[in-house]
């Protein structure tokens, strides 16, 4: 197999860049006491997708409070193109990356708004890449935690209500007294996308991506009315521009 290569992996500030001269790598095949051929061993080769050999070099990295907010910045501009990953591996690397700079949430807020911004990313990828990811590895699960996560690190007495919206995820968390709590009633709303108008780019602009985020919103319920009633109140509403027409569910 080829010989490694490096410095393709951004470098977030800070993050020091210092390779050993590499050895070519080598794949190796051993043949066991009675002369029967062993499994092949890739260990040592680098990753064929250039995509996956950035992400693993960035799993090498040491990710601390001077350099994980460039990085979650770095890796929600690479995962914008989360689409084109086409090794299960990227799935899981990207994973690990999420866990580390979620264990840092508590200390750097602003990186809550990057890993749900990354997770939403990641639902971009194939969907068959994602469930070999979640068969090998729990990817899915792991990335969604993380999210859930970040409301129990972000939400203090000074903050009581979280708020993160991505283009394909939303996130409401609230501080609650369980002594009077009745339930929430939530709205989403999503702005049904517009076509293009003439002499338009097909890819639009950043506030026409902007116009299809969704416009999620919860509350608790007041007293009025039995809970039960009250807890029916969660809807989705979908609304066409064009036709000005809502569709609740």
């Not at 995820?169 to 076509?195: D, K, M, Y």
Request: glycine residues 4%; proline residues 5%.
């Amino acid at each position: 197999c080829a010989p490694s290569t490096f410095g393709s992996a951004p470098q977030p500030s800070g993050a020091s860049s210092h390779h050993p001269i590499q050895r070519a790598k080598k794949a190796w095949r051993r043949c066991d006491r009675t002369g029967q051929w062993a499994e092949d061993d890739y260990t040592q080769c680098p990753y064929a997708s250039e995509v996956t050999r950035v992400l693993h070099e960035l799993t090498q990295m040491t990710i601390n409070t001077s350099n994980a907010q460039p990085l979650a910045q770095q890796l929600v501009a690479f995962t914008s193109r989360a689409g084109d990953f086409s090794d299960v591996m990227d799935v899981i690397f990207v994973t690990h990356l999420v866990e580390r700079l979620t264990c840092l949430v508590d200390q750097l807020r602003d990186l809550g708004d990057c890993i749900s911004d990354i997770a939403s990313n990641m639902m971009l990828v194939e969907e068959h890449i994602l469930w070999m990811a979640q068969n090998e590895a729990r990817a899915c699960t792991r990335i969604v935690q993380c999210v859930e996560r970040i409301a129990d690190l972000a939400l203090t007495i000074d903050t009581q209500v979280i708020s993160k919206v991505s283009p394909n995820i939303a996130l409401e968390a609230f501080l609650i007294r369980p002594s009077n709590f009745q339930g929430l009633s939530c709205t989403a709303v999503q702005r049904a996308p517009l076509p293009p108008l003439s002499g338009q780019r097909a890819d639009g602009d950043q506030d026409a991506i902007g116009d299809l985020l969704l416009n999620f919103k919860c509350h608790p319920v007041n007293g009025s009315g039995s809970p039960a009633s009250q807890l029916r109140k969660v809807q989705y509403i979908e609304i066409d521009w064009l036709d000005n027409k809502a569709h609740t569910e």
